[in-house]
């Protein structure tokens, strides 16, 4: 639908003379698309027969909204641009549901994989964290390369984590993820930061930008999400490019240097080692930067992620014992710790003063509500 100036808040518009030197900009090139939306636009009538929708800015004959308008271009949603060339977003025409497109080698490891786990059966296991594969298409243009489309998901730690059981229940939900995985015979090799996101369509019930992630679906208004504790997320392991299946009796024992912790101790190209504890090293490293070292109290962790992270992959545990003995310590953690807020390391003493005393409200007022039930 055509965006008018009325669909606009009186702070985003321009005066004339600074729309005429928009204008200006916009002949100059400053909007156009960048070379990695273009490989999406040369794609988006397929897309589109497909049931796939891409944004305005990538549909054949776009002209920029603001040229229209005195709008200043940095709040028209079309102006917004694709920050990588692999993945896009996009709208299923059948319900109108958000996912993601990504280019992929057509007979790579990526798609192999993705077939594999999304399995009716694997598909329906709720301990399955893999991001689940809507559809695949070939690629019209590029005969080696296919079109992966997967749930739309945004990054675990954003909007950040705000209680201790929010922690609590990332860590529960990947290790339970990772145990899926080893008992299929897949090892991701790559459990860093970038490849664990999250669906918090809970958290934004009335949606919010795709790439512009912190704001509304229109890209103008900053929007303040609900709190995890209230409203259940579900994370997942994303990108399995360089993810291995071993089969039942096969050896674990890989090579390869690729991966985007570097500081994984056995990385070699000429060493074998073996893939499953790598994915543990790397799920724990993350636990380790992630939370231990930039919050307090998170102390009763500490034990199982140095486990996890031990120099020597044979006194590393599986991840079946590393879920295990996480349960073990959850189980044994009150429900008010579990309340409580996240304090950063960082954090002031006038900042911890007023932190503690809403949350010590926000307890209180818990509290209440659950004696008068």
């Not at 776009?62 to 990588?84: G, K």
């Not at 549901?97 to 990504?102: A, C, I, T």
């Not at 392991?237 to 050896?251: A, P, V, W």
Request: hydrophobic share 40%; proline share 6%.
């Amino acid at each position: 639908m055509k965006c008018s100036v009325s669909d606009f808040p009186s702070w985003t518009l321009c005066t004339p003379d600074e729309a005429q030197g928009y204008a200006k900009a916009t002949a100059e090139g400053l909007y156009a698309l960048l070379p990695n939306e273009i490989f999406w636009r040369d794609r988006q009538v397929y897309l589109e027969e497909h049931g796939y929708q891409l944004r305005p800015r990538y549909r054949p004959g776009w002209s920029p909204s603001w040229l229209e308008m005195n709008v200043t271009p940095s709040f028209c949603e079309d102006s917004i641009s694709l920050l990588w060339r692999d993945v896009i977003d996009a709208t299923r025409k059948a319900d109108g549901e958000l996912v993601s497109l990504k280019s992929v080698e057509k007979d790579g490891s990526e798609v192999t994989i993705a077939r594999f786990l999304s399995r009716p059966e694997l598909r329906l296991d709720p301990t399955n964290h893999c991001v689940p594969m809507v559809d695949i298409l070939p690629d019209p243009i590029d005969s080696k390369a296919a079109i992966l489309i997967m749930l739309y998901l945004r990054p675990f730690n954003d909007p950040g984590f705000g209680a201790i059981g929010e922690v609590v229940e990332f860590m529960r939900q990947t290790l339970e993820g990772l145990c899926f995985l080893h008992d299929q015979g897949v090892a991701h090799r790559d459990c860093a930061a970038a490849n664990i996101m999250m669906d918090a369509r809970s958290l934004y019930p009335h949606g919010h930008h795709p790439i512009r992630i912190a704001a509304s679906q229109d890209g103008i208004h900053m929007l303040a999400p609900l709190s995890r504790s209230d409203c259940s997320v579900r994370y997942y392991f994303i990108d399995f490019g360089i993810s291995s299946l071993i089969k039942k009796g096969e050896s674990p024992y890989v090579l390869g240097r690729q991966g985007r912790d570097k500081e994984l101790p056995e990385l070699s190209s000429e060493i074998t080692y073996d893939a499953f504890k790598v994915d543990i090293f790397t799920l724990g490293n993350l636990y380790k930067k992630e939370f231990l070292q930039a919050y307090l109290d998170l102390e009763f962790l500490e034990p199982l992620v140095q486990k996890m992270t031990a120099h020597s992959p044979d006194q590393r545990p599986t991840a079946a014992v590393a879920f295990a003995v996480f349960e073990s310590i959850r189980h044994r953690q009150s429900s008010s710790l579990l309340r409580w807020r996240l304090r950063r390391r960082d954090e002031t003493a006038p900042e911890r003063v007023v932190y503690d005393t809403m949350a010590a409200a926000r307890e209180g007022i818990y509290r209440l509500r659950h004696f008068v039930r």
